[in-house]
């Protein structure tokens, strides 16, 4: 019974692996869910805090064939393996 308990341990520590690419890098997140300020963080820590990104996707769980853009507010589904993101910081004048 051990053995059945760490196999699927095992399986929901592969499950929590969302390999994805923000500006190039790969990062693994343990959540399906991205939203527009949890990417501006991961692509560019410690900004700005009146600093706003144009963030925009491609091959996510989302319509129009999973690409698109985010705005504040907003999130996106990810999929296991190859969701990428292009997140560009733009300060406000």
Not at 30 to 56: I, K, N, R, S, W
Not at 67 to 76: H, K, P, Q
Request: negative net charge; proline residues 4%.
């Amino acid at each position: 019974m051990a053995m059945a308990l760490t196999h699927e341990q095992d399986d929901s520590k592969k499950d929590k692996g969302f390999e994805v690419v923000i500006n190039g890098t790969p990062v693994t997140l343990d959540h399906d869910t991205v939203t527009y300020d949890e990417l501006g963080q991961l692509a560019h820590p410690g900004h700005d805090p009146q600093a706003m990104f144009t963030v925009t996707y491609k091959n996510a769980i989302a319509p129009h064939g999973g690409n698109g853009t985010l705005v504040a507010g907003e999130s996106v589904k990810v999929k296991k393996k190859g969701t990428s993101f292009n997140v560009r910081l733009t300060t406000r004048s």
